[in-house]
């Protein structure tokens, strides 16, 4: 803090402040993120500052002038509080000084350390007084509130969805260390970052103080991955080795880095704020593009995306398709899978955009959703068995195997919404670089993974070379369409198992019984060709579908081990952390039940003896990630490593960096890990 700053400041404002000591100008409350918490536990707690119009509270360092806040806790005995987390502060010039304050509503957070001893039951009171400074452009009061909340020993409560944006609002690990160097009176500093990284009127913030010229302007290039920024030393910057602070990517976003005294290159090319796609994203977009459009292509051979693309290529040949039609039907089908990944890439921005920790496939952490899916591939199963068709309530086609530019889109729609929890070969990238990309970026990369889909679709339907390859009609079809009710049903009972994972016995009892009765009704339909009679079946299919909904829910997680030999704990950051300073190497991998590569990549090899083996001869500990049910830990800790979805797989050895591994895993590759 600039004490002389400070003290200019309160001179100057003392006797115009003293009447307004009778009103805060900064409302302030404590909430936790829990009500109930467990003994042995860490527990969140927020200030939340809402200052008055015109006013404003200051960051951790508050510039040129002004004060950081200050809490002091009231705790029972053996609890601990820990320092005071701060969201990416604001920039305000007054007379030529350079303040870092907040001028909306933020929160400050803290965790609480709950003794192992807590008594479950008890209702334990926190109290804590929090002094800060507000002020306005000519005015600033010291406050004091006192404020209080109630925490009551117990099992895991429902957490308070407000302190994803809270927790949104901190910086961010670097994950990376940079470097600064001082010459001629100026300080240059390099950060590690992707050119692919959103930089919107980026700025650093120095929380080591005297390292540089808060007030100077910073100017910004590139060099290489290096973003390079220059601005004037502080008065201490020649006796300082390193630098701690946090760098704003964009507006509330930033990186929380420390940079080290050493080498550091040249300026590089100056860039523009927002940053130009053409200059500093261009070749990382591109290599998005083309990973969400291989990664998409491959989608195709999965089991519940290869039979819905078998039926609409050989209803091609079936109905004896003119060229012009074969191409109206290839581009609804490419239309249908596009806007739907269009449709859940922009819903997962604009979800991450208000605070949730979310990624790709995010809508099957809802059980619900999953309910819905399997009641879904049940019916294209059924139809494709010959239980039931509509020829007359349908049109003379059902949604699997349907005709016509109508048929073609919402096939192609379905194979999306259905092809969305794989995350294979080139997606990971392509995904993940997607969420640091502009929107208008990121909504190309989902267009080019629906675009990927489609594309086989598209060549049957404009390459006539093609079709002609593909065989003759024939009773053979009729047989083929059986087979591939398999992979269908095998899919179902896939998603059978994902909601019973979730939601427990009862909730795949409950889709089970809602699949029979689905199956039932939709027989029963098929049978009735007079539209007036069919109004008893139409009803149990809404039934079907509807009813369970209600009583399908989440539940309660236990730890997570691998099913294999590979002795594991459930993964936390504090494990990682606690594991890496006792010199252990560490494999860590995030899995999700709704993933099918996750699952190959376990049953194919983490689960292998031979493997468990390696890790024990060398002493590899084992942390898994579960993101079934959606965990905003494990959410910002995939962003933080490029990811927007599993799986991942990290390797640390002792005292080394991560070590990204592919996503489809071998043995040998595994095992070498700790050679």
Same mark, same amino acid.
């Given at each position: ?13 003392? @006797? ?10 900064? &409302? ?27 006013? /404003? ?7 040129? #002038? ?42 400050? +957070? ?39 909340? &109630? ?46 990284? $959103?930089?919107?009127?980026? /700025? ?9 010229? /808060? ?25 300082? &080795? ?17 940079? &080290? ?5 040249? #300026? ?55 060229? #012009? ?45 999953? +309910? ?16 039931? #068709? ?6 003379? /086609? ?68 093609? $079709? ?10 009729? $047989? ?14 896939? @998603? ?25 009704? +939709? ?31 989440? %539940? ?43 699952? %190959?990549?376990?049953?194919?090899? @983490? ?69």
């Amino acid at each position: 803090m600039n004490r002389a700053g400070a003290l200019l400041l309160f001179l100057v404002s003392l @006797l115009c402040s003293l009447p307004a000591q009778a009103q805060n100008r900064m &409302q302030v409350s404590l909430e936790a993120e829990t009500e109930t918490v467990v003994p042995g536990s860490e527990a969140m707690l927020a200030f939340v500052m809402r200052p008055e119009p015109g006013w /404003h509270g200051y960051w951790l360092n508050p510039g040129d #002038a002004g004060d950081s806040p200050r809490a002091e806790w009231r705790l029972p005995a053996g609890w601990t509080a820990g320092p005071l987390l701060y969201p990416v502060p604001d920039r305000l010039t007054l007379l030529g000084l350079m303040n870092y304050v907040y001028e909306r509503d933020y929160a400050l +957070l803290a965790t609480v350390q709950v003794p192992e001893n807590a008594a479950a039951g008890d209702t334990v009171p926190v109290q804590a007084r929090l002094d800060y400074l507000v002020c306005t452009d000519q005015l600033c009061v010291p406050e004091t509130a006192t404020v209080s909340t &109630q925490l009551r020993i117990g099992a895991p409560g429902q957490a308070d969805p407000a302190f994803s944006r809270y927790r949104q609002a901190l910086p961010r690990p670097l994950g990376a260390e940079a470097r600064f160097a001082i010459e001629g009176g100026r300080l240059r500093l390099a950060v590690p970052l992707p050119a692919a990284a $959103r930089l919107d009127q980026p /700025h650093f913030y120095p929380l080591t103080l005297g390292a540089l010229s /808060h007030a100077a302007p910073q100017s910004l290039s590139r060099n290489g991955d290096l973003l390079i920024v220059e601005t004037d030393v502080g008065r201490q910057a020649a006796s300082i &080795q390193s630098i701690e602070g946090v760098l704003e990517t964009s507006d509330g976003i930033g990186l929380a880095l420390t940079a &080290q005294r050493g080498d550091v290159p040249a #300026a590089g090319v100056p860039i523009t704020t927002p940053a130009e796609p053409g200059q500093d994203g261009g070749p990382a977009i591109l290599l998005a593009l083309l990973g969400a459009l291989a990664g998409g292509l491959l989608l195709n051979v999965m089991p519940c995306v290869f039979p819905i693309l078998s039926l609409k290529a050989l209803s091609l040949v079936r109905a004896g398709e003119t060229e #012009a039609a074969a191409r109206r039907e290839a581009l609804a089908y490419a239309g249908g899978v596009i806007a739907i990944c269009l449709l859940l890439g922009g819903l997962l921005l604009a979800l991450r955009a208000g605070g949730a920790m979310v990624g790709w496939a995010f809508q099957l952490q809802d059980p619900r959703v999953i +309910l819905l899916l399997l009641l879904l591939v049940t019916a294209v199963a059924l139809n494709l068995a010959g239980l039931f #068709a509509l020829p007359t309530i349908a049109g003379g /086609h059902g949604l699997a195997r349907g005709g016509g530019v109508r048929g073609a889109f919402f096939t192609g729609a379905l194979a999306a919404f259905v092809a969305t929890p794989c995350t294979g070969p080139f997606l990971g990238f392509a995904l993940g670089a997607a969420l640091v990309l502009p929107t208008w970026a990121a909504l190309a990369v989902f267009a080019g993974l629906g675009l990927g889909l489609a594309l086989p679709f598209l060549l049957l339907g404009f390459v006539p070379a093609l $079709r002609r390859r593909l065989p003759k009609p024939g009773a053979w079809m009729e $047989r083929f369409q059986r087979i591939l009710s398999v992979p269908m049903f095998l899919t179902a009972l896939g @998603l059978a198992w994902i909601l019973g994972r979730q939601s427990g016995v009862d909730g795949m009892a409950l889709g089970l019984a809602a699949a029979l009765v689905l199956g039932l009704a +939709l027989w029963w339909l098929g049978r009735r060709q007079d539209r007036a009679r069919a109004w008893l079946p139409l009803a149990m299919i809404l039934i079907a579908v509807l009813a369970p909904l209600p009583f399908v829910r989440t %539940v309660e997680a236990g730890p997570v081990m691998a099913e294999g030999g590979l002795a594991s704990e459930p993964f936390s950051e504090a494990r990682l952390a606690e594991l890496r300073a006792a010199g252990s190497p560490v494999f860590v991998y995030f899995t999700a039940d709704w993933c099918l590569t996750c699952k %190959v990549n376990e049953r194919a090899v @983490l689960d292998q003896a031979e493997v468990a083996a390696a890790f024990r001869q060398r002493g590899v500990r084992v942390l898994v990630g579960d993101w079934t049910r959606g965990d905003a830990a494990i959410g910002r800790f995939l962003e933080s490593h490029g990811r927007s979805g599993v799986p991942l797989y990290l390797y640390y050895a002792p005292g080394g960096e991560a070590e990204i591994l592919p996503q489809i895993l071998t043995v040998g590759r595994v095992t070498s890990l700790s050679a």
